[in-house]
């Protein structure tokens, strides 16, 4: 089976930087990886994705310029920088795996990010 978990979520305040992580396992080789977050009475928002070799990465509008997705396959592991955070960034942000440029086969449980003025 695919698993994943996020962690490093966090309270930070506007203007920081923040750098949550997603550790996969089970049978992810190939598969692109990407983050979505949701923030509450809101739909959910694609954030980042970036394919299996690394060599292309997509980025939504309101994070293009602030945010880095990464990824260290043999660590199994995909991560997302988060710099000049803003309130409205507060949110749980999820992992997903899947096709690239949104993938969305598999979820991890979400990490929750809150950005305070």
């Known amino acids: 089976q695919v698993q994943l978990v996020e962690s490093g979520g966090g309270l930070v305040q506007a203007g920081g930087s923040l750098r949550v992580s997603c550790a996969h396992s089970g049978r992810t080789f190939g598969y692109a990886m990407g983050w979505f977050r949701q923030a509450p009475g809101k739909e959910r928002e694609f954030v980042a994705s970036?394919?299996?070799?690394?060599?292309?990465?997509s980025y939504g509008a309101s994070v293009k310029g602030r945010f880095t997705i990464s990824r260290e396959n043999a660590k199994n592991t995909v991560y997302l920088q988060m710099n000049s955070l803003k309130p409205e960034d507060t949110a749980v942000y999820y992992c997903?795996?899947?096709?690239?440029?949104?993938?969305?086969?598999?979820w991890g449980q979400g990490t929750q990010v809150t950005v305070s003025s």
């Open positions: 997903a795996a899947g096709s690239y440029p949104s993938p969305g086969d598999y």
């Open positions: 970036i394919n299996w070799i690394g060599s292309a990465t």
